[in-house]
């Protein structure tokens, strides 16, 4: 009975998923299951084949979800009012946390956006490299900031976020210390690569004391992928925001229609980081519908436009004149490509995997493969005609880390297609391969500048 139990609370949580499904559905939808149940097993069956049989009559998941949302669709919109908070009933993950540590974040933002722009020589912000430090150091001003609201709302215990801080504030001692020369490629990569880690550390936070998990790693994965979508809307609507407000001040004051933007979009953005994780919990059931869907339908046209890419350059040929700005837009095109392939396991349901989105994600993964293989044959010619630089070490350091991580996920797409292992070996792979882009990253704040000279 304790495990009939436990099988009907799983099938209760995914019944639960559906927007349109609330608490009194769910209770009326389990007791039919329970009448099932009893009369299979008065029948001779054992508990577990009753339980599958039952199920099975009582209809699939996304059918009972789709036939709610017909008979009651007011309710999909209140799960996207605010207010509205009964998926989140621990109170650290309400809406006032979310809205003080929002506030902290653009309380932080703003006053290092003061303090560059009155260290600086100049009287425009960042008008002089002096401020420079306010870009290379963006990150630190915000991501702590998200690491301490998971922090508080996991309930993490004191040793661990003590760890945590110690991480951070290491970080920010590093990065504040380096003697970085003005406009320096070195402090260029480090503004870019700060927040890769800095990310990180968010992950951290998120999985706690299950960091070692494979689950665990994929649901940070998956919280990720989420968290972008979020603060892409947010972002956008605050974007249409800070415009109108602009159009309506600029005839009464241009000169504070002019000061909007340095007060509105820095703090903005920053309270948007917190919001978007906040999104993620409190509206998991919204966005759970849409990001498979997304993904869905980006794979494929990335497949299409990296075979075709692949194909040109192959027929046509990359030669020793692909200059380094094309290579940071194929990095970052890879780096997409990763990313959708990885939130798509994220998203893969077993029980209702496509084996033709199965291939489309092989055709995609071995076209990618592909372009950074003739990408990384480049780049190593233009090495070796001009030698090194800290932009060609971390391109190349880059490619190599993609060349491996896409070569294992084609063998492993490969096997799992033809039935030798299970889709949860890609995922093994892949999660098991976050923590070197950790450590890649990490070298380039650290290492790299010191090996040269920052410069």
């Known amino acids: 009975m304790e495990t009939i139990d436990s099988r009907i609370q799983e099938w209760r949580t995914a019944i639960g998923r559906g927007a349109a499904i609330e608490a009194d559905d769910l209770d009326e939808l389990e007791g039919h299951l329970r009448e099932q149940l009893d009369d299979l097993v008065a029948a001779g069956l054992d508990d577990e084949e009753a339980f599958i049989i039952a199920v099975k009559r009582l209809g699939q998941v996304d059918a009972l979800t789709a036939e ?7 309710r999909l919109w209140k799960h996207l009012v605010l207010t509205h908070t009964e998926g989140v009933p621990d109170r650290r993950r309400g809406v006032l946390p979310m809205v003080l540590f929002a506030l902290a974040a653009a309380v932080v933002i703003q006053v290092a956006r003061l303090f560059a722009q009155y260290s600086s020589d100049e009287s425009e912000f960042l008008g002089s490299g002096s401020a420079m430090w306010f870009v290379r150091d963006l990150g630190l001003f915000v991501l702590p900031v998200l690491v301490g609201y ?16 110690g991480v951070l504030v290491a970080l920010a001692v590093v990065v504040s210390v380096f003697p970085f020369a003005d406009d320096a490629a070195t402090g260029i990569l480090v503004a870019l690569h ?42 956008l609507g605050g974007g249409v925001l800070f415009g109108l407000t602009t159009l309506l001040v600029a005839p009464l004051s241009p000169e504070v229609a002019g000061q909007l933007a340095v007060w509105m979009l820095p703090s903005g953005g920053a309270a948007a980081v917190i919001v978007a994780a906040w999104l993620v919990d409190a509206k998991k059931s919204v966005i759970e519908n849409i990001a498979p869907v997304l993904t869905a339908i980006f794979t494929p046209l990335f497949g299409v436009m990296l075979v075709v890419a692949s194909v040109g350059y192959l027929a046509v ?12 837009v194929f990095d970052v095109l890879l780096l997409v490509v990763l990313g959708l392939v990885l939130y798509g396991l994220s998203a893969r349901v077993e029980s209702r995997a496509s084996r033709q989105m199965d291939v489309i994600q092989l055709v995609t993964v071995c076209a990618a493969l ?60 892949q999660t098991g391969y976050l923590p070197v882009f950790a450590v890649w990253t990490l070298a380039v704040v650290v290492a790299v500048p010191v090996a040269f000279g920052f410069a």
């Open 68 to 74: 709610f949302a017909r008979a009651h669709s007011e």
């Open 317 to 328: 040929g990359i030669g020793r004149e692909f200059d380094r700005d094309l290579m940071v």
């Open 150 to 165: 998971l922090a508080w709302s996991r309930r993490l215990t004191g040793r661990r976020i003590l760890v945590l801080a």
């Open 370 to 429: 592909l372009l950074d293989v003739l990408v990384l044959g480049s780049m190593l010619a233009r090495i070796g005609d001009l030698g090194f630089t800290p932009n060609r070490v971390v391109a190349l350091g880059l490619n190599l880390l993609l060349v491996v991580n896409l070569a294992g996920a084609a063998v492993l797409s490969v096997r799992a297609l033809a039935g030798r292992v299970s889709a949860s070996r890609l995922e093994q792979w």
């Open 194 to 235: 700060l927040p890769v880690v800095l990310w990180f550390v968010v992950g951290l936070a998120y999985t706690g004391d299950e960091w070692r998990s494979v689950s665990r790693r994929m649901d940070f994965v998956r919280f990720s992928g989420e968290w972008a979508i979020y603060f892409v809307l947010l972002v």
